[in-house]
C-alpha cells in the first residue's frame, strides 16, 4: 500500500464565458506529479467549513502538503494590511489553519510550500514580512522571471536538519515569493536562509517531520532530482511513524 498524501486545494473563479465566476476546486498539477514520482497516492483536498469534516480529512491521509497560493491574512499575526500586500483568501486560511492544527495532533508528516510554510508559520504563532521590500538587506530577486523548474538563487542549509541531511550545505532553488517568515514560530527552527538573509526553510523541533520551504520544489522535481528527493523523503517518513 503506497501512503496517501494529502494536498490542501484552493479555489479559482472560472474566466471563460460559458460559467463566469463559477467555483472550481483545485490544485496545481505539478503536486500530483511530484507525489506520483515520489510513490505517494495524491490526493487533492478541497476548502471544506465543518471543523469536524477538517479533521476527518486530516485523519485519512499519512501525510500533507500544503501548497502554495495567496498572501496569508496580516490579522492572523496581529498586523494591519501593508499596500504591499497582494490577494488574500480568509476562508482558505481558515481552512488551512484548522487542517494543520489536526495534522500536527495526529503527528502526520507536513511539507510546506511557499504560502503552505507561510500559514503553518502564523497558524504555530510566527509572523510574517507581508512584502520581501519591507526587510533590511535583502537585495536578491526572489521573484525570478525564468522559469518555474530553472533555480535562480542558493539558500544555505543549517547543520543537524533534514534539509542538511538531505543536501548537506547550499543548494539552489526556484524562488516565486514577495512574502516571507519574520518572527519564526515557538518550537520551530530556521532550517535555510538565501544570501541576503531572508529566510528560505523552517523545521519543527523534535522528530515529527514538518519541514516548510520557501521554494517550489514541485516544479522542479520532474527535472531535477534533488528536488524530487525531497518529495520521497516526506513520503518515506509513513515507513517510520514517530
Ligand atoms: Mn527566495
Not at 490542501?8 to 498539477?29: C, E, L, T, V
Not at 495526529?106 to 510566527?126: E, F, S, W, Y
Request: hydrophobic letters at 40%; charged letters at 20%.
Amino acid at each position: 500500500m503506497k501512503p496517501f498524501i494529502g494536498i490542501s486545494g484552493n479555489i479559482i473563479s472560472d474566466q471563460g464565458k460559458r460559467f463566469p465566476s463559477y467555483k472550481r476546486a483545485y490544485a496545481s498539477n505539478d503536486y500530483v506529479e511530484a507525489v506520483t514520482l515520489a510513490g505517494g497516492v495524491p490526493v487533492i483536498m478541497p476548502i471544506v467549513e465543518d471543523k469536524d469534516l477538517i479533521k476527518q480529512q486530516a485523519e485519512r491521509i499519512d501525510g500533507l502538503i500544503l501548497s502554495g497560493g495567496q498572501d496569508v491574512d496580516p490579522l492572523l499575526y496581529g498586523e494591519e494590511p501593508s499596500q504591499k500586500l497582494g490577494s488574500i483568501s480568509p476562508k482558505r486560511d481558515v481552512y488551512e489553519q484548522h487542517l494543520i492544527q489536526f495534522a500536527i495532533q495526529k503527528k502526520k508528516p507536513i511539507l510546506a510550500i511557499c504560502r503552505g510554510m507561510q500559514i503553518l508559520n502564523v497558524t504555530c504563532g510566527g509572523t510574517l514580512y507581508q512584502d520581501i521590500s519591507l526587510i533590511d538587506g535583502a537585495s536578491i530577486e526572489h521573484n525570478q522571471r525564468a522559469s518555474s523548474n530553472i533555480p535562480t538563487h542558493s539558500v544555505s542549509i543549517k547543520e543537524g536538519t533534514h534539509l542538511y541531511r538531505l543536501y548537506g550545505e547550499q543548494i539552489s532553488t526556484n524562488s516565486f515569493h514577495h512574502q516571507a517568515v519574520k518572527k519564526v514560530a515557538l518550537g520551530f527552527r530556521v532550517a535555510a536562509l538565501s544570501k541576503d538573509g531572508v529566510i528560505e526553510a523552517i523545521e519543527k523541533e523534535g522528530d515529527h517531520f514538518v519541514v516548510g520551504v520557501q521554494w517550489h520544489p514541485e516544479m522542479m522535481a520532474k527535472e531535477h532530482e534533488y528536488m524530487l528527493n525531497l518529495f520521497k523523503l516526506f513520503i518515506e517518513q509513513q515507513k517510520f511513524p514517530v
